[in-house]
């Protein structure tokens, strides 16, 4: 069996398991799966966008309804709240109203009745012989009167008290009618009715068979209509309005009246009796509606106040009475104010309840009817309509009526409080919420346009990508295997005449008689560098489509990271190995610097050149086997750009330094334990924050430059400033995988022709406190076992059976032929149907193929679909797609379909190789020892590194320092 000798070690193996966005292998299966949906990816997608339409639909119709609920509610409760409010204020304007109103009425009542006893205690005074009683009077009384009438209109009248029928009734009636001619001056007939003089009754019905034209009859006797106990005549002699038409009316007649008198005199006889001078005596009528003919008296419900009068001399006797007359509409035109409307008050009293009602208009009493005429609406005497008040309390007899007044409210009343506010809040609250929710469908819809068109520009952008991609990488994997199966054939050629490639330089100085031979050698080696020229423009032109892949997947938020425990000093030797030939050809001095990393004592004895020779094997032993959790890929690339950035913009004779230096090491940092696969946890201790400073002595940038120097597509004028180019995205993307690590990339520069410093600070762990549980139960094996395994592992590769599925002639020719110089047996398809074919006839055979490469792009049936046929038939062969689409869900697709590996074009035989052992498909002498190299794990990163427990493990960057720089440094963050 042939074989071929492939030496490789984990760090390179893993390399190219996790580079598959950058020209490497894309994506690693444990093992072939078989999806039986995998070629309905697409459908699956559409339904589940479809999906995800419907329910941010229903989202919205729910949001939608939401709104006008709550547009509903906050109306609502704003027209609710305006009118409780206008309730309210109804409410506590009418208990301040009813209030003043109630408070006043018993106010005018209490000095009516100070104004009649008043009236009546100066009248005793004035008469203070009981004997000389009836026939007395007050001179000036109209004027007294009239000034203590002072608060309400209402006569005040003087009514002594008579005995009738006898010669003091007679005495009376001749002393009245000189009272009234006499000092009085009043007009003649005075006093006298159609009878002639004398004290009168009135009624409509015949007195002693005697009917009068003006309803009076003349009184002899104590008879009255009510039939009152008591013979007593109270002739009406004076009032405060001088001249009246009722004079000499015999007040008791009336049965109202004559009730409040027997009640009075009831009063006083019992006062005397008791001897008790404090006794009130004072009565007031019931409600009676006061008819007259005279102008100075206003019809309507009014009640008499009967005061008796003593005299000086005898405080036991009473001999009259002060009459004073209370009209109710007077009386509520003094409770309300002028500017008050819409409401109905009830006067009654115990006895009539019904009472008689007004009607408040503008502060005006209006007589409504007899009894409660109120509203409907408000006639509850429960509700806050309504107030009530005894207004006559204490201060008559007990035996007197007792009047109350009722106030009710009116729909005129609530309407003066009733705005269309409540209306307009509410009108005003949903128009908010309405024009807030329209401005915010409004913002969506232009929000959700501007997403789309963006979706649109990025898949736009991402499929040119792919294109780009497809179409530069299909002619390139030509290209590529081209020159490789050249450079191989110039290798096995020259092996054939006994030489190999390391041997063409001495025999090219030789002389040798062979003439083929010496002129051969210098051809064959101008051709070999040649094609090393040309495989490296072609290498660079994949860089370039990688670029622009890992850029759409940090702008995207999917670039995953393959962590592993890493010993950097290893890497960073290596990259600065493979870049110092570069280095040497642009005249660049590019050395490793690790002197900050030794003991201070050493440190200050080193020269420029010992600083030069520090291999990481040099490093004291806890600094040397100290550990970065990372992606070895990702961070070799970023240690790519920023070394190939250094020579590029570096000027001929300088230096290029990769510096490494700790800082933050007397930090107090915590443990923190990192899940890797297959369940096992590593427990960390962080001892510092690693820097790594990338010095060149190049043209430097500007204060503008080094702000913008990390943004998007950055490309400064080559010409005009720097003596490079790039595509501008390199920084961007090392930034953004500094940042997927949890660290931070800086720039620092003085100014032009200064230099420029990148500083790319990193997490660094104790491997001495590294812990691990698990299934494998692994110890972390030190920088130097690690170096040594490298070095010592080798694969061998057994002869393979390969199918090469492409469709384009040339590409499957050239890879059949380079797998045939190494070995391998292989056989060709044209497309995925007649592969499928060709699989089917050889597993009928029994004779199934070690290894299937297949194209994604062909006609007829297209390579995912190949594959899951394949899969479904049972083939259990090694399936490795080869596709030029490397964007994430075309190599997802293939991978669902069954694929073990998708390799990007260009093809890589040793790519191909590494997987095969990787999977086992070929044996290996140390196959052990590799399935040992456990410690990767992928994660989808979103900024930071993740605990086991899911929590962020941030750590803390300090700002880079120019200490070593006297000029004014400019700074830029990444």
Known sequence: MTKSILKSSPSARSMAMSSKDSGQPLSREGGFTTVSGGSNKTQKEESKALQTSKSVLYWRIAFCVFLAGTAAALGYGAYRFMRDAEERLARERFESISERALSVAQLVIEEKKKATDALALMMGSANPNADAWPNVYMQGYDAIATSLRII???????????????????????????????????????????????????????????????????????????????????????????????????????????????????????????????????????????????????????????????????NWTITGFILGKQLWSDLLEHAFESDVQGLDVVIR??????????????????????????????????????????????????????????????????????????????IGAVAIILGTSLLFFLYDHFVRKEFHDKRKLLEAKRQFVRFISHEVRTPLNTVCMGLTLLKQEFNTFLEGHGHGRKNLAPLAGKKNDDALESDLVPKVQEWMDLSDQVGQNAAASVAVLSDLLHYDKIQMGTLSLE????????????????????????????????????????????????????????????????????????????????LSNGLKFSQDGGDLIMRARETQTNRNHKEKTFVLEKGEEVTLKQRSVLAIDVIDQGVGMTREQVATVFQDGTQFNANKFQAGGGSGLGLSIARGIALEHGGSLSCQSSGMGKGTTFTLKLPLYDSNGTTSTGSSGREEETMEETLCREQ?????????NILVVDDVVTNRKLCMRLLQTN???????????????????????????????????????????????MRQMGCNSYIAGLTGNVMSEDVDLFRSCGANWVLAKPFRLEELEEQLIEHGVASSSLEQASADNAGIVRVESDKVLRSNSGTPQPFDLSTPTASDLNDEVFEAEG
């Open 349 to 426: 009293t115990d006895t009539n309840t019904e009472g008689f009602t007004y009607n408040i208009s503008d502060g005006k009493a209006t007589f409504k009817g007899n009894g409660t005429v109120v509203d409907e609406d408000f006639a509850d005497q429960t509700s806050d309509f309504y107030a009530t008040r005894h207004i006559n309390p204490n201060f008559f007899s007990n035996s007197t009526a007792r009047y109350y007044m009722d106030i009710y409210a009116t729909d005129e009343f609530v309407d003066e409080y009733t705005t269309n506010n409540p209306r307009a809040a509410c």
């Open 792 to 800: 010592d592992l080798e694969f061998a590769i057994p002869k393979l």
């Open 823 to 869: 070995g391998h047996t292989c056989a060709g398809a044209c497309d995925g149907k007649e592969a499928v074919d060709m699989v089917k006839a050889s597993m009928d055979k029994g004779e199934q193929y070690d290894c299937i490469l297949l194209d994604y792009e062909m006609p007829v049936m297209k390579g995912p679909e190949a594959c899951q046929k």
């Open 152 to 314: 309400t209109q209402g006569s005040l009248s003087f009514c002594p008290l008579v005995k009738p029928g006898g010669e003091e009734q007679a005495s009376f009636e001749a002393f009245a009618y000189s009272f009234f001619e006499n000092v009085q001056k009043f007009p003649e007939g005075a006093g006298e009715s159609a009878f002639g003089q004398g004290v009168f009754g009135y009624g409509s019905g015949p007195y002693k068979n005697d009917t009068w034209p003006d309803g009076r009859f003349h009184i002899t006797s104590g008879w009255t209509y009510h039939y009152s106990p008591r013979e007593i005549l109270v002739p009406f002699l004076q009032s405060d309005f001088g001249y009246h038409s009722a004079l000499m009316l015999n007040v008791h007649f009336e049965h109202h009246r004559a009730k409040a008198i027997d009640n009075t005199l009831d009063c006083s006889e019992a006062r005397a009796a008791a001897q008790d001078a404090t006794r009130e005596c004072g009565s007031i009528t019931d409600l009676m509606w006061s008819p007259t003919a005279a102008a100075d008296i206003v019809d309507g419900p009014a009640g008499i106040m009967m005061v008796p009068i003593y005299p000086r001399l005898d």
């Open 563 to 642: 962590l592993s425990l890493m010993h950097i000093w290893l890497s960073m030797d290596k990259i600065v190995s493979e870049f110092k030939i570069a280095a040497r050809e642009s005249g660049t001095n590019l050395f490793l610097d690790l002197s900050a990393l030794m003991p201070a004592q050493e440190r200050a004895k080193m020269d420029h050149k010992d600083k030069e020779e520090i291999r990481p094997s040099d490093l004291p032993q806890g600094i040397r086997d100290a550990l970065v959790v990372g992606d070895n890929v990702r961070l070799v690339q970023v240690f790519r750009n920023l």
